[in-house]
């Protein structure tokens, strides 16, 4: 007989943007900014991501769309590339993501592919990467470490034989 797994994942709810500490809001403004400058030609759907590493340095990075949809990439995987093809050893400390279109009291949060990668950072760099998803006329959720989004993912050391 199968065992029921419960999976809990923490995440906190900030009321708005202007509950953040300032450096957050800052973050989430940069990522909204970015979003702006986003090519989605096709979708409509402007997604902006900003990271802060370690040293301070900000990195942005907005989802750019291809008629041929699977070269298309999404913001968060942007600046998380971009970051690390310039800090190799750098460490991403937080990154907020906003969808500007987004109102109500759900937050976009990062999809399959970019919470992997996002998953493989925390690995790289042996410590946490914080989440901002943030709605900018409404709530903001966090999440303490990207993995908390992909419970029971795959890692490395599945390709161990």
């Known amino acids: 007989m199968a065992e029921p797994v419960e999976i809990i ?7 708005s943007v ?31 991501a ?11 990075g907005n989802n750019q769309e291809n008629a041929s949809f699977p070269a298309g990439i999404c913001a968060e995987r942007t600046a998380l590339h971009a970051a690390m093809s310039q ?32 998953l493989e950072q925390e690995f790289r760099q042996n410590a946490p990467l914080r989440l901002l998803m943030a709605i900018l006329q409404g709530p903001v959720f966090e999440v303490k470490r990207a993995g908390q989004l992909l419970p ?10």
């Open 152 to 161: 029971m993912s795959f890692d490395a050391s599945f390709l161990r034989s």
């Open 18 to 48: 202007d509950a953040l500490p300032e450096p957050d809001r800052e973050l989430v403004r940069l990522a909204h900014e970015a979003a702006l400058r986003a090519y989605a030609r096709y979708s409509n759907f402007q997604v902006g």
């Open 50 to 60: 900003a990271l802060r590493m370690a040293d301070g340095t900000v990195v942005t």
């Open 87 to 118: 800090w190799p050893e750098g460490v991403v400390v937080d990154m907020a993501i906003v969808v500007p279109s987004i109102t109500g009291d759900r937050a976009v949060s990062p999809c399959g592919i970019c919470r992997q990668a996002l």
């Open 9 to 15: 994942t923490p995440v906190l709810k900030h009321a």
